[in-house]
């Protein structure tokens, strides 16, 4: 591998790695002078993996880019000097082009540390633990005391508003004419699924 180059090869695993919502990402990379990877190739490793922002279980990683134990990952990680960075910092500063890094400079908000693999797991392993603890500390409940279900909450303007940005977004993705075209598509993506995850009902019109 020429180690002048950057070679990116995204994991698509997690809610933000989606291919249609990777191209605009992808864009980006390609216009600060990467080149993007169709596969991941144990024989021509790439000079960086790109994992989601969010924690993912070890397992799934593993899945993704076929090694069987965490180790065997680690070890073909450090030995090719692959820098495993977040989705998030390759987008930064998107005017740019890419520079190389030394090592002892990629431990930043924005790379990975190769300790980021297990973190999702121990996350969920001490959260395991403390529910157990809780359920056998806690007092028995009575069956007219027993917790009822919260009621089902429909937003439909908040839901309206989405489906008006995927649509968007689906246009300027099927039919792009400018560069940022790609990257408009991406974005009203994103705009709709934060729509619908909101804990309150849009009602204003405006924002006068």
């Known amino acids: 591998r020429n180690q002048s180059t950057f070679n990116f090869y995204f994991v698509e695993k997690g ?3 989606y291919p249609q919502i990777l191209q ?3 864009k980006i990379a390609q216009d600060r ?4 990877l169709d596969t991941f190739d144990r024989s021509s490793p790439p000079s960086h993996l790109v994992f989601s922002n969010e924690a993912l279980e070890v397992e799934s990683l593993l899945s993704a880019l076929c090694f069987d134990t965490e180790k065997e990952l680690r070890d073909f990680v450090q030995d090719h000097n692959i820098a ?3 989705r998030e910092w390759v987008t930064r500063q998107r005017s740019k082009p890419f520079r190389k890094t030394r090592l002892d400079q990629r431990r930043n908000d924005f ?3 190769l300790s980021f693999f297990g973190a999702a797991r121990r996350t969920n392993a001490r959260g395991k633990m403390e529910q157990q603890q809780a359920q056998r500390t806690a007092p028995p409940i009575q ?10 909450v429909v937003r439909s303007r908040n839901k309206g508003l989405a489906n008006m940005f995927q649509r968007l977004s689906k246009l300027y ?6 560069d940022q075209d790609l990257w408009r598509s991406y974005s009203f993506q994103n705009i709709s699924g934060r729509l619908r995850h909101l804990s309150f009902e849009i009602t204003l019109d405006n924002c006068n």
Do not use: S, T, W
């Open 33 to 36: 002078g990467a080149r993007i």
């Open 143 to 152: 069956m007219d005391e027993a917790p009822q279900p919260p009621p089902a």
């Open 15 to 17: 809610p933000d790695m």
């Open 111 to 113: 790379y990975r540390p």
């Open 24 to 26: 605009g990402p992808k």
């Open 173 to 178: 993705q099927e039919c792009p004419i400018e």
């Open 84 to 86: 495993c960075v977040r």
